[in-house]
C-alpha cells in the first residue's frame, strides 16, 4: 500500500557515469516532482511534471533529464555523474498543481534515493 | 524570490514540555503553507497543511498558525514526546514554486 516509491533506496556510482533513480505513485495524482536534499539537509526543488508535461524545470544542470512515461511514473536520469550530485533525492507527487488565484495541494514524498559519487 | 527561514536551527527540550517552532517567508503571496518532519535517513512526512485562506490547522498535539501578512508561522507542540524527535521542515508554495523549503529545526526530546 506504497503511497510514493522511489528504487533505489541506495546508489553507489563512479564519477562519469550514467544512472537512473525511478518513482512511483499510486494516489492518482496528477503532478510528481523530484527534490533534490543537499550535504546540508537543504531541500530544493528541481523538476515538476503535470500529467507527463514539464511544468518547472528550475536551474538544474541538462544532465538531469527527467523522464514520465505515464501519470503514476517520474523517473530520473543522470549522465556523467559528479562528486556534487551526491545528495539524497526526493520523489513527490501532489493531486494537481493549483489553478491561479487557487491553493496548492498537499504533497506527499518517497522515501528518497541516497546517492554518493565516488 | 521566496526564502524561507526557520528559527531555531536546533532545539533540545526534556519532555513534557510545550514548545514552538518558527517559520518566516518573504513573499507573502503563498498559497499554502506545509509542515513536515523528518526522521533521520527517511522521507517527509506531512504534518501539517495550511491554505492561504486560514489562520491555523490542528492535528492531535500539533498545532500550527499563519499569519501571512507579516510572513510567519508557528508549529505548537503540546506535550512533548520523546518520539517527536526529528527534524521539522517548513515549506511554502507560492505562485511559480510548488514549494521553497525551510533548513529546518532539529527537535531533541530528552527523556
Known amino acids: 500500500d506504497t503511497a510514493v516509491s522511489q528504487t533505489p533506496k541506495y546508489l553507489v556510482t563512479q564519477m562519469g557515469n550514467d544512472k537512473s533513480i525511478k518513482c512511483e505513485q499510486n494516489?492518482?495524482?496528477?503532478?510528481m516532482y523530484w527534490y533534490k536534499q543537499d550535504s546540508k539537509k537543504f531541500l530544493k526543488i528541481m523538476f515538476s511534471?503535470?500529467?507527463?508535461?514539464?511544468?518547472i524545470n528550475e536551474t538544474v544542470p541538462n544532465r538531469f533529464s527527467p523522464k514520465s512515461p505515464d501519470k503514476a511514473h517520474l523517473n530520473l536520469h543522470i549522465n556523467s555523474l559528479e562528486l556534487g550530485d551526491s545528495a539524497v533525492y526526493f520523489c513527490?507527487?501532489?493531486?494537481?498543481?493549483?489553478?491561479?488565484?487557487?491553493?496548492?495541494?498537499?504533497?506527499?514524498f518517497g522515501p528518497g534515493t541516497r546517492l554518493t559519487v565516488l | 524570490k521566496q526564502e524561507v527561514t526557520q528559527i531555531p536551527a536546533a532545539l533540545s527540550v526534556p519532555e513534557g514540555e510545550n514548545l514552538v517552532l518558527n517559520c518566516s517567508f518573504t513573499?507573502?503571496?503563498?498559497?499554502?503553507l506545509q509542515w513536515f518532519r523528518q526522521d533521520p535517513g527517511k522521507g517527509l512526512t506531512s504534518l501539517l497543511l495550511?491554505?492561504?485562506?486560514?489562520r491555523e490547522q490542528t492535528s492531535g498535539r500539533l498545532n500550527a498558525s499563519l499569519d501571512k501578512s507579516s510572513g510567519r508561522s508557528t508549529l505548537y507542540i503540546a506535550a512533548s514526546q520523546p518520539g517527536d524527535s526529528a527534524t521539522y521542515l517548513c515549506a511554502v508554495a507560492s505562485r511559480n514554486t510548488p514549494l521553497v523549503f525551510g533548513k529546518g529545526t532539529r527537535l531533541s526530546v530528552i527523556a
Open positions: 494516489l492518482g495524482h496528477d503532478t
Open positions: 495550511i491554505q492561504s485562506s486560514q
Open positions: 513573499d507573502s503571496a503563498i498559497y499554502n
Open positions: 513527490a507527487s501532489s493531486p494537481n498543481p493549483g489553478t491561479p488565484g487557487g491553493s496548492y495541494n498537499e504533497q506527499f
Open positions: 511534471y503535470n500529467n507527463k508535461e514539464l511544468i
